[in-house]
């Protein structure tokens, strides 16, 4: 169980590069404009997990504050993204984003 | 400002005013305005007669002179002409207030005969609209003090001339008498204004005045041959206005106009306005330039003389003897005989305008026939238009106790004068001609009486189809029923009659001098003496070599004439010295003893002067010959028929022909200048067809293909860049647009792509 005591940068990394491919993956797959948003949350966490780790492995308190900004940024961000889908279900009485291509060429 | 100056400007104001009020109103004043133009020439007249009254009568003062000017334009300082300022201004002198009350008077009198004349044309009140203008034009050039001033009226009569030549524009021949008489005076009036510009050149002034006192004072640069061109050149204004040779062609044509513009305008005024204006510059001509005129005049005189021997239209003869008696006033002129130039001015004006008024009547009476062939008889019809127009012929024959006879044999005297003094056997021709002239101008005067007012009527004779060949140049304006008539000729009304009745009076010599066979003892020629030249006293003494040596051969001529008592001319010296209230100084005289007249101290016009009086009794005596002679001529020839002229001039059918025919000066002119004319004008048509359309198209041509080639370049080159640009967008668009499938899912996808290949270049970069 060393390796539950001793968790380096290396974990906190990993961690946060799975989660970004499972994000990643979500976000270019599904077709459920919802299920996307969280892909995107998924990315966006990712993306915190790095900066504390690398905060509490570098000493600052930067990344703290970053991921601070970032998770009221993604509480915004996931407010006007599900107005969006709710206005975009409005128009076209669906989410699947496969079938809103109205901006091809 | 002298009161007579301030009268002096509303005399030439007030016919002006006549103008503008006619030429604007005349279709709404009553009788088309005819008493406003009439009414105000009176005045003009009675405001010009209290000049003359005033300068000549009252203070009877040969050298009196008042003047007055202003700055009528300042250009201030001009580069390469220096102060340039140019005045105007009025000089009242005896012979500005002779002419001023003659043309007003004769003007006056024009108006009043025109009420009569011209009733009933539809162009009646403008017709007194233009003789307004005229006569402010005319009165323009015998007030002004400069040689500008002169100029712009001189330009203004020119135009009023013009006007009314062609009043009757409808006919093509008044249309083209105008256009020839204002090409024939520019010709002239060009000359003027060169001399006026050579004038300018050297004094600065245009002010005849101070001209003349340049002169005296040798401020004169150049040659003399400079001022003997000014002087020529200044004397071709004279030319084209008063109708001397060679460009006299244009008077007889001026003929078309109403008659009596041809008695005010063409007769008495405007063509005089040459004479007067040569007398005006007189001192400043220099001897070649003397010559020059003298024979101008003298050639002119008899040119015109035997011309209108042949003439058949009545105005014809007369406008003829115009040119004549013009010529004899430039030949005085000349000969340096100015007073009797000057005084043949006057008298002439007065018995020509008697004249031309009177051939105005008979026209009028005769229903517009002109052509004296077809008149004749009319001595019963119209006594008074008789007595007049033979009282005036007589004094234009130069008839003994006539005006006309004083004025002539002055002119002629001075005439055997020059010559005589000139001493030169060429000279001879001058006085020659001038005699000569003076017979014929009887004869035909002579003829013309006889044809038109004795004999039986011969309107019969007139072939029906006369008036359209050869005749209707001269035709009527209006009515054409000369057929039967002689029942209708009448006399003429009152405002007609009292003109011809005041001009013939103004014939008598009795008017001008006491003695009916010396002008010289008359009021008229010492109030216009012969002024001093201000130029040429070294060609003078020069002269005055010659003249001495042959004094004693011309005073044996002289006196080789037996009528001629050596006694009586001395008395008759005394007696001009007696009466001579000009130069009471004692003058030196030049040489002999007993003074004639005026004394010069220039040698050669005191030479002149004492020759011309010498021969004052020669003259008489030839003249009064020759008019004789001139006489009995036409008796034999018409009255008593000892020759028939028909048969005559079949006799001497070349020389009549050419008399007829005007000395072919109408077809020589055709010939040379007309024709140089055109085929210059072709010449240039054709340089100007082929070499500057030549040009002109070459530049087309060039800029079309300059055209072209930036043409090309616009379309394949800059189109091109276009084009290639839109196409080029165009296709990378098509290809582009691919991308662009809608879906954000590629989007991200391809966002992914970039991100990883920028990786990719990253530390590509970094391990390198």
Known sequence: MEILTNIGLNHYLTISALLFG????????????????MGVELILNAANINFLAFSKFNGGMEGVMFSLFIIVLAAAEAAIALAIVINIFKLFKSVDVSAIDTMKE | MHSLIQISIAVLLLPLLSFVILIFFNKRLPRRGDFVGVGILGATFALSFYIFWSVVVQSYDPSFRIAWDFTWIDFGNVPGVGPLQIKMGIVIDNLTAIMLAMVTLISFLVHLYSTGYMAGDPRYGRFFAYLGIFTFSMLGIVLSDNLFSIYIFWELVGLSSYLLIGFYFEKDTAADAQKKAFLANRVGDIGMWLGILILYSQFHTFNYQEIFQNLADGKFDMSEAWLTAAGILLFMG??????????????????????PVSALIHAATMVAAGVYFVARIFVLLTVDALHVIAFIGAITAFMAATIAITQNDIKRVLAYSTVSQLGYMVLGLGVGAYSAA????????????????????????MHHEQDMRWMGGLRKHMPWTFATFTLATLALAGLPLTSGFMSKDAILAGAIGFANAEGGGIYYIIPFLGFFSAMLTAFYMGRQIWLVFFGESRTHLKPADDHHHGHDAHGSHGHDDHHEEVHGVHEVAWNMRAPLVILAALSIFAVYSPDPLDGAKGWFMKMIPTPETVVGSASGKAEHGTSSANHNAAHLLAEAVPAVGHSAETDAHHEGVASEVIHEEDSHAAGHGDGHGPEFSDPRQAAIAHEAHDAHKLAIVISSVMVVLGISLALIVYVFRFVDPDRTARAIRPLYLFSFNKWYWDEIYQATFIKGSIVISKVLSWFDANVVDGIVNGAGALTRRVGFATGGFDKY????????????????????KKLQTGKVQTYVVLLMLAVIVYFIYYFTQLIY
């Open chain 1, 22 to 37: 499972f994000g990643l993956f979500a976000v270019m797959t599904r077709k459920n404009a919802i299920v996307i948003l």
């Open chain 2, 717 to 736: 080159v800059v189109d091109g860049a276009v084009n290639f640009t839109a196409f080029f967008f165009n296709t990378s668009g098509a290809v582009l």
């Open chain 2, 238 to 259: 004279c030319v084209g206005k008063s109708a001397q040779f060679p460009l006299h062609v244009w008077l007889p044509d001026a003929m078309e106009g109403p008659t």
């Open chain 2, 342 to 365: 000057l005084f043949h001015l006057v008298t002439h004006a007065f018995f020509k305008a008697c004249l031309f008024l009177g051939s105005g009547a008979i026209i009028h009476a």
